[in-house]
T-cell receptor, first 113, second 114 residues
Framework: QKEVEQNSGPLSVPEGAIASLNCTYSDRGSQSFFWYRQYSGKSPELIMFIYSNGDKEDGRFTAQLNKASQYVSLLIRDSQPSDSATYLCAVNILTGGGNKLTFGTGTQLKVEL | DTEVTQTPKHLVMGMTNKKSLKCEQHMGHRAMYWYKQKAKKPPELMFVYSYEKLSINESVPSRFSPECPNSSLLNLHLHALQPEDSALYLC?????????????FGQGTRLTVV
């Protein structure tokens, strides 16, 4: 079982719709959770992070965390063509050596006009 | 300022060359990371430095040699690389040993080994 799992997509949504991206993780010791956006050929850009169960909203983005189900999601409201990118879910575990951030394989999102 | 600066942006090197990748941050972060990302794959952790000391080495071949000369700088020395080492090399930084801390990435160095 992979440590962090995402559906690779592509996930296609029309402009203005809500895009829902999902991620599951295997290690119950995971402590913090991140969503990065990555455009082709570019580096990952942090867009949301969440540490506690429940929802966290920032503009058009909402992250949701359910530690009991080991599930984290990202909702993008009013999707725009500029949101088309790969979204990487990352899970952080604090070890004796420091933070280990493990990424899922990413979900490719396409927002269509 | 949440900027992590990496140089060079692109690097082409032969298998017998020695080169170095550089990373700099001025956010006061005392944890710095090297990741490797192949095309259409997620970033994979290579090394973690905490307080300028190597704290995690994810069984990376010795042809990759990291160095952290001070709290703002991180280098990755490359020697005798193979074509399969061609990838995007990403540097990141964060607060050290805090679970709830964001990691910020630099723009990466696109490495091609010929």
């Amino acid at each position: 079982q992979k440590e962090v799992e995402q559906n690779s997509g592509p996930l296609s949504v029309p402009e203005g719709a809500i895009a829902s991206l999902n991620c599951t993780y295997s290690d119950r010791g995971s402590q913090s959770f991140f969503w990065y956006r990555q455009y082709s050929g570019k580096s990952p850009e942090l867009i949301m992070f969440i540490y506690s169960n429940g929802d966290k909203e920032d503009g058009r983005f909402t992250a949701q965390l359910n530690k009991a189900s080991q599930y984290v999601s990202l909702l993008i409201r009013d999707s725009q063509p500029s949101d088309s990118a790969t979204y990487l879910c990352a899970v952080n575990i604090l070890t004796g050596g420091g933070n280990k951030l493990t990424f899922g394989t990413g979900t490719q999102l396409k927002v269509e006009l | 300022d949440t900027e992590v600066t990496q140089t060079p942006k692109h690097l082409v090197m032969g298998m017998t060359n020695k080169k170095s990748l550089k990373c700099e941050q001025h956010m006061g972060h005392r944890a710095m990371y090297w990741y490797k990302q192949k095309a259409k794959k997620p970033p994979e952790l290579m090394f973690v430095y905490s307080y300028e000391k190597l704290s995690i080495n994810e069984s990376v071949p010795s042809r990759f040699s990291p160095e952290c000369p001070n709290s703002s700088l991180l280098n990755l020395h490359l020697h005798a690389l193979q074509p399969e080492d061609s990838a995007l090399y990403l540097c990141a930084s964060s607060q050290v040993k805090q679970a709830n801390t964001e990691a910020f990435f630099g723009q990466g160095t696109r490495l091609t080994v010929v």
